[in-house]
């Protein structure tokens, strides 16, 4: 099992980018896949979800309206389109991989914690600075 992330990079204020998380060794059908971020000094909160089985979406409040979370079964890929970027959207951001734990809890429209995601990708560092 192994995810990878990749599309970070340096970016001004409101501008966009679309990170992607290659999935290989099992099936989007699945496991729902999450995206989270770390910025310096703080801690890791989630930023979007979504699990392929139903459809089922989750973003943070910090992110609604701006980022969007897709998935490419046929590629085995997920996207996190975002846009409308801030300056306190720099991290570094994850994607992870979570069960039927992760797939329950956005059933019911609520996040999943990092703890119920069993697979963990390298991250990708966006920047956001004029």
């Known amino acids: 099992v192994q995810l990878q992330a990749s599309g970070g990079g340096l970016v001004q204020p409101g501008g966009s980018l679309r990170l992607s998380c290659a999935a290989s060794?099992?099936?989007?059908?699945?496991?729902?896949i999450g995206w989270f971020r770390q910025a310096p000094g703080k801690e890791r909160e989630g930023v979007s979800a979504?699990?392929?089985?139903?459809?089922?979406?989750y973003y943070a409040d910090t992110v609604k309206g701006r980022f969007t979370i897709s998935a490419d079964a046929a590629k085995n890929t997920v996207y996190l389109q975002m846009n409308s970027l801030k300056p306190e959207d720099t991290a570094i951001y994850y994607c992870?991989?979570?069960?039927?734990?992760?797939?329950?809890?956005?059933?019911?429209?609520?996040?999943?914690?990092?703890?119920?995601?069993?697979?963990w990708g390298q991250g990708t560092l966006v920047t956001v600075s004029s």
């Open positions: 060794g099992f099936s989007l059908d699945n496991y729902a």
């Open positions: 992870a991989a979570g069960g039927y734990w992760v797939q329950s809890a956005l059933a019911r429209r609520t996040e999943a914690p990092a703890h119920d995601y069993d697979y």
């Open positions: 979504i699990s392929s089985s139903d459809g089922s979406r």
